[in-house]
C-alpha cells in the first residue's frame, strides 16, 4: 500500500517541476476584450478589436479612468476573419487571446448580408467563448468599441454590464448558432447604439454627454437581420419567451369626470402558456399570460380600498398585455415573417407528427398565417404604502 503511495507523490512532485511548454507568459499577451465586425466598402470582412493596455489597468479602479488611456483599438480588413486577425497580429509584439472577449458586435450592413461566415471563427476558435454577448447596431460596429465609457474601466465591460442589468433580451454566441440549427424559431440579438444620457429619443450631438444603451432587438431569418424592434416591443418578446426581467408597466385609466390618470406597476413575475389546435390547414395559437405586480405609481382619483376600482386596474392592465402581445405578433408574421418567439418549436413539441409530416419544410411559409389569440390575466400583489389616491386627496384640500 505504501509504494503506490509513494509513486503518486513522486510523480506530483515531478509534474510540479516540469513547465508548461505551451505555457504563455502574461507579459506576452495582447488580452481581447471586445470584437467588433463590419462589412467594408469592397466586400472585405472588417475586424476590430479592443485590447486592454496591461500597464495601464494598474491602479485604475482607485485612480479612475476611461477605455480611452485603458484600451487600445486595432482594427484590419481581410477575406475571412482569421485573414483580418493575422494583419491585426503583426502589428503588435504580443499574442492575441480572445479567453477574456466579453462582447461581439455587428454592424448593420454585415448583418443584412449574413452573419454566419464572421461567426463561424468565433465558434471554432479554442480562446473564444460562447457565452460572449453578440450585439447588433445600426452604422458601423466599430463605432461602439469607440464610444466612452461612463461607469466602468472600458467599454468592453460597460457593454457587458449593460447587457446583463437591461430589461430587454439578451443572446449569445452559443444561443444565436443554436438558434440557426433549430427547427421552428429564428435568432435575434441586441440592438446598442451610441446615445445621449439626457433624452435617448433624439440623435447624439457632440455636445450631449453619450453613452451606451440597449434601444431594442435585431429581427433575424437564418443569419440575415430583417430589421429592429423597438423596447416596447422587445419586451414582449420576453413575456412570449417566459424570460421576463424587471420591468414597468403603464397604462391609461380614464376616470367618471372624464379625467385621464395612470398607474404604473413593478412587473413581479410572468408565466406565459401556449396551446396549438391543427384543423385541416389551419393552426391557431392560444397564449394565455398570467402575471402579477405591484402599485408603484397612481395619478388617477381610484382608492385601493374599493375592490371595484382593483379589479378596473388589473382589467386595464390585462387589456394593455393582450394588445402589445398582439401587436408584436402582427409585426413579426406581417412585416418580418420571422418567427423569433418559436411558435414552430412549440408546435413540434405539441403535434411532432404532423410538425414532422406537415409543417417543418414549409414553416416561413405557414407561420405568416397562423392564428393567434391572447387572453391576459393581472394580479396585483401590492399597492405600495398608500391605499388612497394621492390626486384625489389634492383636491380635496383645494
Known sequence: ????????????????????????????????TASAIDL????????????????????????????????LILSAKGDTIMDALNVIQKKIPRQLIFSHNRVIIVGEKLARAGIAPAIDFFSRHREARGNSYLLTTRGEAIELLEAPANFEIFTAEEMR?????????????R?????????????????????????QSSKPTKEDEQGLGLVG?????????????????????????????????????????????????QLISAKTKFKSNISGEKIQFDVAVKMTGELFENSTKLSMKEMNNLNLMQHALEKEIEDRVTLTVKKLQEQYKSDVIGFGNILHRQHKNDWNKRFVAR??????NIEVNTKATFKLIGTGRANESVVDEEELEK
Open 1 to 32: 500500500m505504501r509504494k503506490p503511495i509513494l509513486l503518486l507523490l513522486t510523480l506530483l512532485i515531478l509534474s510540479l517541476q516540469t513547465g508548461c511548454w505551451s505555457r504563455i507568459e502574461l507579459n506576452d499577451v495582447a488580452i481581447v
Open 40 to 71: 467594408a466598402q469592397d466586400g472585405k470582412y472588417k475586424l476590430s478589436v479592443q485590447i486592454l493596455k496591461m500597464k495601464m489597468t494598474k491602479g485604475m479602479s482607485e485612480k479612475g479612468g476611461s477605455s480611452e488611456n485603458a484600451t
Open 161 to 173: 454590464e449593460e447587457e446583463k442589468a437591461s430589461m430587454l433580451d439578451s443572446a449569445s454566441i
Open 175 to 199: 444561443d444565436f448558432i443554436y438558434r440557426l440549427f433549430e427547427k421552428g424559431i429564428e435568432p435575434t440579438s441586441s440592438q446598442m447604439q451610441v446615445v445621449p444620457l439626457s433624452d
Open 217 to 265: 432587438v435585431g429581427i433575424y431569418r437564418k443569419d440575415k437581420l430583417l430589421g429592429w424592434m423597438n423596447r416596447s416591443e422587445a419586451e414582449c418578446l420576453l413575456w412570449l419567451r417566459n424570460r421576463m426581467k424587471n420591468t414597468v408597466l403603464t397604462v391609461a385609466i380614464p376616470g367618471k369626470d372624464k379625467s385621464t390618470g395612470r398607474v404604473s406597476v
Open 363 to 368: 414553416w416561413e411559409e405557414e407561420f405568416p
